[in-house]
T-cell receptor, first 117, second 112 residues
């Protein structure tokens, strides 16, 4: 199984809501990532988990809270978001924690399209 | 701020070879260069990865000069289904840290 799954596919939320995005992989990968992608822009790295520990936080606002319950699951908890947070949120996984290493390419999920009203 | 740049768009005809270049002046010393393909409303898909010289797989080739400050993705004999956005991904030096950065992306349009 070389698939990364993400739920939900679409999410609409108000600025006072609390919601969560979910990501799952069963490839035995030990690194998982959250990216944010705005329209017609490249993905921007938000967080990296390596062996279930947060290893990189790219200065993301605290209204985004990641969680890695186990090596197969990654969540992104959302609270008090702003309309400018509307974007495609992508999850990815790789064998180890730095995709710049040879043979450590990332596998991406289809993303969650988030709209903040 | 280190930038990883690509041409915004390219057009090609079916059956032609397409070369897309990525400029990454500040690439981290030990990092590989990876290329991805992305269709609308989908996640990026891995194409090829390399560290130096030339790498070839069943779908593409990757050319990397000695100084590693750029890389060129070569797609042989493109078809309509290759119409997509192509991104390079590298680790770059950012101050004392290393930052994972996607290139600006190249929209490839293959015409019949």
């Amino acid at each position: 199984d070389t698939e990364v799954t993400q739920t939900p596919k679409h999410l609409v939320m108000g600025m006072t809501n609390k919601k969560s995005l979910k990501c799952e992989q069963h490839m035995g990968h030990r690194a998982m990532y959250w990216y944010k992608q705005k329209a017609k822009k490249p993905p921007e790295l938000m967080f990296v988990y390596s062996y279930e520990k947060l290893s990189i936080n790219e200065s993301v606002p605290s209204r985004f809270s990641p969680e890695c319950p186990n090596s197969s699951l990654l969540n992104l908890h959302l609270h008090a978001l702003q309309p400018e947070d509307s974007a495609l949120y992508l999850c990815a996984s790789s064998q180890e924690g730095w995709p710049g290493t040879g043979g450590n390419e990332q596998f991406f999920g289809p993303g969650t399209r988030l709209t903040v009203l | 701020l280190a930038k990883t740049t690509q041409p915004i768009s390219m057009d090609s005809y079916e059956g032609q070879e397409v070369n897309i270049t990525c400029s990454h002046n500040n690439i981290a010393t030990n990092d590989y260069i990876t290329w991805y393909q992305q269709f609308p409303s989908q996640g990026p898909r891995f194409i090829i990865q390399g560290y130096k010289t030339k790498v070839t797989n069943e779908v593409a080739s990757l050319f990397i000069p000695v100084d590693r400050k750029s890389s060129t993705l070569s797609l042989p004999r493109v078809s309509l289904s290759d119409t997509a956005v192509y991104y390079c991904l590298v680790g770059v030096h950012s101050g004392s840290a290393r930052q994972l950065t996607f290139g600006s992306g190249t929209q490839l349009t293959v015409l019949p």
